[in-house]
């Protein structure tokens, strides 16, 4: 399991995957974007090959995940979930800003 800021990265077996995938563009740098921060603009970002698709990233050779303002962290090739940070507020839940 992986923690950047708000973002956490759960390795997933590749039968968990979804069979087909949708992938999500990337953005005009060419990274796969996980999530953008709210109050800086900075991103949660993978800038090498990998696929995004419904909260689910697959990796086929392994990548880095950056961020302007946190170290990068190394993943090795496989299946993830990406799940952004929630906080309760009172009668709901809200996604966390970075």
């Given at each position: 399991?992986?923690?950047?800021?708000?973002?956490?990265?759960?390795?997933?077996?590749?039968?968990?995957?979804?069979?087909?995938?949708?992938?999500?563009?990337?953005?005009?740098?060419g990274?796969?974007?996980?999530?953008?921060?709210?109050?800086?603009?900075?991103?949660?970002?993978?800038?090498?090959?990998?696929?995004l698709?419904?909260?689910?990233?697959?990796?086929?050779?392994?990548?880095?995940?950056v961020?302007?303002?946190?170290?990068?962290?190394?993943?090795?090739?496989?299946?993830?979930?990406?799940?952004?940070?929630?906080?309760?507020?009172?009668?709901?839940?809200?996604?966390?800003?970075?």
């Amino acid at each position: 399991m992986y923690r950047q800021g708000d973002i956490l990265i759960v390795p997933v077996p590749e039968e968990s995957a979804p069979r087909t995938l949708r992938p999500e563009p990337r953005d005009a740098r060419g990274r796969l974007v996980l999530a953008y921060g709210e109050a800086t603009g900075h991103c949660h970002a993978i800038p090498g090959p990998g696929t995004l698709s419904g909260g689910f990233l697959h990796l086929p050779e392994g990548g880095r995940l950056v961020h302007e303002e946190h170290a990068a962290i190394s993943l090795p090739k496989g299946w993830y979930r990406v799940v952004r940070q929630r906080e309760y507020v009172p009668g709901s839940y809200r996604v966390v800003a970075d």
